[in-house]
């Protein structure tokens, strides 16, 4: 898989607003304790097995307080470490470390929590079968870029980036507008020629109805297993297949092996708990 990227000026907004959040009125303990011209190092550790992630962000947060920061990439993206492991060594004026020790640990926390949820999802899939675990759009506000970032560094795929990348046709869409059909003919006429159309159902027969409008993708919604195996065979051939809904690590490989061509979790991004990282000084 290409190695995932995340552009710097978007990594930089998010930066600036997590700092200005946290050093609005500078840091009144580093100032009154440090003294300006102290050095230090400082390790980035794992406390826990975890997936790396994150350390472009690390270094950003620290550049943008003190360009003269050194920060030395010790574990890669996506690696997966074990507890003690150094992940990234902070070097420079002891002030600068500490005045962004937090907003670095809070993002690369999360960032590398994402990241290792991800991959024992993926991990979850059985060999040979080509289901793809997605993330959703169940992301923290602000927080969206570096999240699903995080996914991919876990080995998972991205579902549509915001409301305007693609049509998904929800249930409280098809309740708007009047039904299946109708819902799936207006998005036909109204969206791109470079756009697929995907419907949420969550029977065999919203699956029937949706496959006879010419749905692209269809999104199964908290199907069991048995319904999601007859769902993928009458899909066949007629559109892609995606389950979806409180899909938790225990179901991922029966899902696959019931042939669905993907697996959507929200919990990628909403539930993941953050990893355990400590800053270290020498």
Same mark, same amino acid.
């Given at each position: 898989?290409?190695?995932?990227?995340?552009?710097?000026?978007?990594?930089?907004?998010?930066?600036?607003?997590?700092?200005? /959040?946290?050093?609005?009125?500078? &840091?009144?303990?580093?100032? +009154?304790? *440090?003294? %300006? !011209? @102290? =050095?230090?190092?400082?390790?980035?550790?794992?406390?826990?097995?975890?997936?790396?992630?994150?350390?472009?962000?690390?270094?950003?947060?620290?550049?943008?307080?003190?360009? /003269?920061?050194?920060?030395?990439? &010790?574990?890669?993206?996506? +690696?997966? *470490?074990? %507890? !003690? @492991? =150094?992940?990234?060594?902070?070097?420079?004026?002891?002030?600068?470390?500490?005045?962004?020790?937090?907003?670095?640990?809070?993002?690369?926390?999360?960032?590398?929590?994402?990241?290792?949820?991800?991959?024992?999802?993926?991990?979850?899939?059985?060999?040979?079968?080509?289901?793809?675990?997605?993330?959703?759009?169940?992301?923290?506000?602000?927080?969206?870029?570096?999240?699903?970032?995080?996914?991919?560094?876990?080995?998972?795929?991205?579902?549509?980036?915001?409301?305007?990348?693609?049509?998904?046709?929800?249930?409280?869409?098809?309740?708007?507008?009047?039904?299946?059909?109708?819902?799936?003919?207006?998005?036909?006429?109204?969206?791109?020629?470079?756009?697929?159309?995907?419907?949420?159902?969550?029977?065999?027969?919203?699956?029937?109805?949706?496959?006879?409008?010419?749905?692209?993708?269809?999104?199964?919604?908290?199907?069991?297993?048995?319904?999601?195996?007859?769902?993928?065979?009458?899909?066949?051939?007629?559109?892609?297949?995606?389950?979806?809904?409180?899909?938790?690590?225990?179901?991922?490989?029966?899902?696959?092996?019931?042939?669905?061509?993907?697996?959507?979790?929200?919990?990628?991004?909403?539930?993941?708990?953050?990893?355990?990282?400590?800053?270290?000084?020498?």
């Amino acid at each position: 898989m290409t190695k995932p990227e995340l552009p710097v000026h978007v990594i930089d907004e998010i930066v600036k607003r997590a700092l200005d /959040e946290d050093l609005a009125a500078g &840091d009144i303990t580093t100032e +009154a304790c *440090v003294d %300006a !011209a @102290t =050095t230090a190092t400082a390790r980035a550790v794992a406390r826990s097995a975890l997936v790396a992630c994150g350390g472009p962000v690390l270094a950003r947060v620290y550049w943008a307080i003190d360009k /003269e920061i050194r920060v030395r990439i &010790d574990a890669e993206e996506g +690696a997966r *470490v074990q %507890a !003690a @492991t =150094t992940l990234w060594t902070i070097s420079g004026r002891a002030r600068s470390i500490l005045m962004g020790e937090r907003v670095a640990l809070n993002l690369v926390q999360r960032m590398s929590g994402t990241a290792t949820l991800a991959r024992d999802f993926v991990d979850a899939v059985p060999p040979g079968t080509p289901t793809r675990i997605t993330d959703t759009r169940k992301t923290t506000p602000g927080l969206r870029a570096l999240e699903r970032y995080a996914v991919r560094v876990g080995g998972a795929r991205n579902h549509r980036d915001n409301l305007g990348s693609a049509v998904l046709i929800k249930d409280n869409h098809i309740a708007a507008c009047g039904g299946i059909r109708e819902a799936i003919t207006r998005a036909r006429a109204r969206a791109p020629h470079t756009s697929k159309i995907e419907c949420e159902v969550d029977s065999l027969e919203q699956l029937d109805e949706a496959l006879a409008a010419g749905a692209d993708i269809v999104l199964l919604d908290n199907m069991d297993t048995v319904t999601v195996a007859e769902a993928v065979r009458r899909a066949k051939g007629k559109a892609l297949t995606e389950a979806s809904g409180g899909v938790t690590l225990a179901r991922v490989a029966e899902l696959a092996r019931a042939g669905v061509d993907v697996i959507s979790v929200g919990a990628l991004t909403h539930s993941a708990p953050a990893a355990d990282i400590g800053l270290d000084f020498e």
